[in-house]
T-cell receptor
Framework: NAGVTQTPKFQVLKTGQSMTLQCAQDMNHNSMYWYRQDPGMGLRLIYYSASEGTTDKGEVPNGYNVSRLNKREFSLRLESAAPSQTSVYFC??????????????FGAGSRLTVL | AQKVTQAQTEISVVEKEDVTLDCVYETRDTTYYLFWYKQPPSGELVFLIRRNSFDEQNEISGRYSWNFQKSTSSFNFTITASQVVDSAVYFCALSEAYSHFNAGNNRKLIWGLGTSLAVNP
């Protein structure tokens, strides 16, 4: 079982370039999330998708867009990358909708550097 | 406001020592969940335990144990006889229970900043 798969694992961009982080889960989970992890800031929620066809903003959505392509896939797009978006990005999923009891299954992370 | 504080930024121990990672939380809700996640050097976060606010029983899983005390708003994590493989960053997190009328605030976990544990041989 692959769980949550993120690609790419590493990416270096120049300021202003665009890119898409891909995430796919094979656990038939309904809800998917994108987080970013920064030193001293912990994990912050960028966007989430409660179910196929819906997406909502999290704490730090500015500069990002998302697409819930189908139940399995949830992509994160940076339209015009900025150095402030240098971070490690994590995709996660859960099968319990928006319950506070959610246990998240995380991908391995994508390390993005914007020069 | 909800808040999770992990006061210990870094801890270093020698193998076989016991170590306790502290987690203190703030919430006004009476129903909530607490979590611990582990982030090993490989990077992915792995779920360790979930506890709901009505269950104050301590839990033991092998060398891991958790002490939940509502009176002090703490949910501490102890590793007994630590091993090098326990080296990781450990995160404590808080989630208030889902509420249909306040779904916006309940859709996220409140994370602590993590405690980096180094277990040296």
């Amino acid at each position: 079982n692959a769980g949550v798969t993120q690609t790419p694992k590493f990416q270096v961009l120049k300021t202003g370039q665009s890119m898409t982080l891909q995430c796919a889960q094979d656990m038939n989970h309904n809800s998917m999330y994108w987080y970013r992890q920064d030193p001293g800031m912990g994990l912050r929620l960028i966007y989430y998708s409660a179910s196929e066809g819906t997406t909502d903003k999290g704490e730090v959505p500015n500069g990002y867009n998302v697409s819930r392509l189908n139940k399995r896939e949830f992509s994160l797009r940076l339209e015009s990358a900025a150095p402030s978006q240098t971070s490690v990005y994590f995709c996660a999923s859960t099968d319990r909708g928006l319950s506070g009891a959610n246990v998240l299954t995380f991908g391995a992370g994508s390390r993005l550097t914007v020069l | 406001a909800q808040k999770v504080t992990q006061a210990q930024t870094e801890i270093s121990v020698v193998e076989k020592e016991d170590v306790t990672l502290d987690c203190v939380y703030e919430t006004r809700d009476t129903t909530y969940y607490l979590f611990w996640y582990k982030q090993p050097p490989s990077g992915e976060l792995v779920f360790l335990i979930r506890r709901n606010s009505f269950d104050e029983q301590n839990e033991i899983s092998g060398r891991y144990s958790w002490n939940f005390q509502k009176s002090t708003s703490s949910f501490n994590f102890t590793i007994t006889a630590s091993q090098v493989v326990d080296s990781a960053v450990y995160f404590c997190a808080l989630s208030e229970a889902y509420s249909h009328f306040n779904a916006g605030n309940n859709r996220k976990l409140i994370w602590g900043l993590g405690t980096s544990l180094a277990v040296n041989p």
